[in-house]
T-cell receptor
Framework: QKEVEQDPGPLSVPEGAIVSLNCTYS??????FMWYRQYSRKGPELLMY????GNKEDGRFTAQVDKSSKYISLFIRDSQPSDSATYLC???????????FGKGTSLLVTP | DAGVTQSPTHLIKTRGQQVTLRCSPK?????VSWYQQALGQGPQFIFQ???????QRGNFPDRFSGHQFPNYSSELNVNALLLGDSALYLC???????????????FGSGTQLSVL
């Protein structure tokens, strides 16, 4: 079983919609969770990271971790066409360890 | 402040050849990691360098090797190229604070390698 599972989409929403992106993970050890955004032909860009259950908010983005169900979510409010990209969730078991990425979810926000 | 820079941006090789990819980390960063991203997949960890030594390695054969220089820049070498090595190769840097801080990795734009 892959450590991080992510629906590849594609997901298409109208501008202004609330977007929900989700991942599940299989390992129960203490760990960090991250969300990266990747535009076409570019490297991933860190959006948010957290290590605790609950919500973390940054502008239009909210990361949510539910460790009891091993579920990670990213919510994007007031989505914009510039949010169109692939969103990658990732985990690492400890600050010093390598990241395990999901396959990424392709998001298209239409004007 | 320059971010992570990688060269070249694109590369075409044939099976059996060898390739070297280069990376300069973000200013102030001393730890470099390399990832391979196949089309439609998430990045897969290859290895990580700190203090000019390989510190961690993912599930890649020893055809994949690397080096880190005293100025923290790094190279990724792949020998005996296979068609399946075609991918985007990403370099990421971070700053060690006791241990490498991978929760804040900064990625370069990658090198797109095509093996024919």
């Amino acid at each position: 079983q892959k450590e991080v599972e992510q629906d590849p989409g594609p997901l298409s929403v109208p501008e202004g919609a609330i977007v929900s992106l989700n991942c599940t993970y299989s390992n129960s050890a203490f760990q960090y969770f991250m969300w990266y955004r990747q535009y076409s032909r570019k490297g991933p860009e860190l959006l948010m990271y957290t290590y605790s259950s609950g919500n973390k908010e940054d502008g239009r983005f909210t990361a949510q971790v539910d460790k009891s169900s091993k579920y990670i979510s990213l919510f994007i409010r007031d989505s914009q066409p510039s949010d169109s990209a692939t969103y990658l969730c990732a985990r690492c078991p400890n600050s010093g360890y390598a990241l395990n990425f999901g396959k990424g979810t392709s998001l298209l926000v239409t004007p | 402040d320059a971010g992570v820079t990688q060269s070249p941006t694109h590369l075409i090789k044939t099976r059996g050849q060898q390739v070297t990819l280069r990376c300069s980390p973000k200013s102030g960063h001393d730890t470099v990691s390399w990832y391979q991203q196949a089309l439609g997949q998430g990045p897969q960890f290859i290895f990580q360098y700190y203090e000019e030594e390989e510190r961690q390695r993912g599930n890649f054969p020893d055809r994949f090797s690397g080096h880190q220089f005293p100025n923290y820049s790094s190279e990724l070498n792949v020998n005996a190229l296979l068609l399946g090595d075609s991918a985007l190769y990403l370099c990421a840097s971070s700053r060690r604070q006791g241990v490498p801080t991978n929760e804040k990795l900064f990625f370069g734009s990658g090198t797109q390698l095509s093996v024919l």
